[in-house]
């Protein structure tokens, strides 16, 4: 098996018993991303001559006896996460040649433990995007199909890691960013609770939605690099000091006394018929290892993704407003005042999209509607949340599809924002609820896409998730298969 196959904690055990060093495992990587991402696209930035001395440095380390869990492993960081004297684009214009002066907590706490930065990976802009089709670098293909979307806006971490050019990746998941990707992808994807982990030089886009997760090739691997980026950070206010358990320990298999349930709302209409019989047969085999599966309610899932594109919106006008082309930045060529100044950098500097939010955003915190509007919106969320409290009072975990349909085609629906922002349906209300979510391979199509299965648990309860995904996992092969790419 050549290096780049192996997983984490492979990785991890391989390097200990001194099988490879780091230096030849981060080429086989480097090499991976050489030789895949012209058909990819999953990479903005490659850090090959700094990956390969902190390489060298880590297997010094090592050969010493000072190894840290991630010492002397390769990971890939979303292209949302400031690395200091490595560009942070966030996949913009705007913030094309921006290099930040500090590291992101997140990034901070990998690195402390001897990670070692393969680079930075694409995105859709700002981490606004279910496609992946909206990064000022171009789209990000999927390994399963090129002619496909990867899912987003953490399309390239979910690529890159199903692709084999880094054993993880960190994303960010505002509405699904992590999850959605991983299940179009094939991959592990795991939304932590918000608070759960530092937000601090994670670049904003909705700040009471954006959470930090990891993408790993399996559930064991999300495990060790959630136990890596967990914790209190005093840097961050909205991170919540509550002790963080032994991820590891979760791993068990079998779910008897487990009460998993399954909400009505998430098998109604526009279900994929292939995701359907995909989940259905998740639920038969967490039934076979024990687990009590009941039906539950979220009755205000159809208002989740209106509540959150007023939120969200409103969030990213205000994050956004900081881009005024003086401090950093692109600036514009040809302005002759202040006022021109901002608006033509503004307007060069993001895409359609980007653009799009900022302005429904603006207007629902405009006078006169922001009571109508995003008022009123915040008031649904706290019924969307409530819904999930209420249903956790009868069950674990919640099992449902990750996405209405496997990844779907480039350019399929570019044209109709609409029908793009539906591609979320199932995943928006985690986020506004700020409770955790996984996702895991369950199935392909009749096309040979993966799909996901996603398990939903109680705030602060990531240690329920990994227990129930790594039962699954173990009882079945889907995570075993890999893109021909």
């Known amino acids: 098996m050549s290096l780049f196959e192996l997983t984490l904690q492979d990785l991890r055990t391989g390097l200990d018993r001194r099988e490879f060093s780091s230096a030849e495992a981060t080429r086989a990587f480097l090499d991976r991303i050489a030789a895949t991402d012209p058909q990819l696209n999953a990479f903005?930035?490659?850090?090959?001559?700094?990956?390969?001395?902190?390489?060298?440095?880590?297997?010094?380390?090592?050969?010493?006896?000072?190894?840290?869990p991630?010492?002397?492993?390769?990971?890939?960081?979303?292209?949302?996460?400031?690395?200091?004297?490595?560009?942070?684009?966030?996949?913009?214009?705007?913030?094309?040649?921006?290099?930040?002066?500090?590291?992101?907590?997140?990034?901070?706490?990998?690195?402390?433990?001897?990670?070692?930065?393969?680079?930075?990976?694409?995105?859709?802009?700002?981490?606004?995007?279910?496609s992946n089709e909206n990064s000022a670098f171009g789209a990000v293909r999927n390994p399963w199909d090129t002619a496909c979307v990867p899912g987003g806006s953490s399309g390239g971490s979910a690529a890159c890691v199903a692709a084999r050019q880094a054993p993880a990746a960190l994303g960010t998941d505002t509405g699904g960013s992590i999850r959605q990707p991983a299940a179009h992808c094939g991959v592990v994807g795991l939304k932590p609770t918000y608070g759960r982990v530092s937000r601090f030089g994670v670049i904003a886009y909705a700040s009471s939605l954006d959470q930090v997760g990891p993408v790993t090739i399996d559930v064991r691997d999300c495990a060790l690099l959630l136990q890596a980026i967990a914790g209190h950070d005093p840097l961050d206010s909205t991170s919540v000091d509550t002790p963080v358990p032994d991820y590891a320990a979760a791993l068990r298999t079998g779910l008897e006394g487990v009460r998993i349930g399954l909400p009505k709302e998430y098998f109604g209409e526009g279900l994929d018929t292939d995701v359907r019989r995909a989940v259905e047969q998740a639920v038969a085999t967490c039934r076979d290892l024990g687990a009590e599966i009941r039906e539950v309610s979220l009755p205000h899932t159809g208002y989740a993704v209106a509540c959150y594109y007023l939120i969200a919106t409103a969030e990213a006008s205000s994050n956004l407003a900081r881009y005024d082309s003086v401090r950093f930045g692109h600036r514009t060529a040809a302005a002759g005042n202040l006022i021109e100044t901002y608006s033509r950098s503004r307007d060069e500097g993001f895409g359609a999209e980007v653009k799009r939010r900022i302005m429904l955003g603006t207007y629902a915190l405009s006078s006169g509607y922001y009571d109508a509007y995003y008022l009123k919106a915040q008031k649904v969320r706290t019924l969307i949340r409530q819904d999930f409290l209420d249903a956790f009072e009868t069950v674990d975990v919640i099992l449902g599809p990750v996405a209405p349909t496997p990844a779907f085609r480039l350019n399929e629906k570019t044209a109709d924002p609409l029908q793009m922002y539906l591609s979320d349906i199932f995943t928006i209300p985690v986020n506004l609820a700020g409770t955790c979510a996984l996702s895991l391979p369950c199935g392909f199509s009749g096309s040979g896409l993966p799909i996901g299965l996603q398990l939903i648990g109680k705030p602060f309860a990531e240690s329920d998730l990994l227990h129930v995904a790594y039962a699954f996992e173990q009882a079945t092969e889907w995570h075993k298969r890999r893109a021909a790419i």
Request: aromatic share 6%; charged share 20%; hydrophobic share 50%.
């Open 70 to 130: 991630l010492t002397g492993i390769p990971l890939a960081m979303k292209d949302i996460f400031n690395t200091a004297g490595v560009r942070t684009t966030c996949a913009s214009k705007i913030l094309a040649d921006y290099v930040s002066p500090y590291d992101a907590t997140a990034f901070a706490r990998v690195k402390a433990q001897g990670a070692v930065l393969l680079g930075k990976v694409n995105m859709d802009e700002f981490a606004m995007g279910s």
């Open 44 to 68: 903005i930035t490659v850090c090959a001559e700094q990956a390969l001395a902190e390489a060298a440095a880590a297997d010094r380390r090592l050969a010493a006896g000072d190894a840290a």
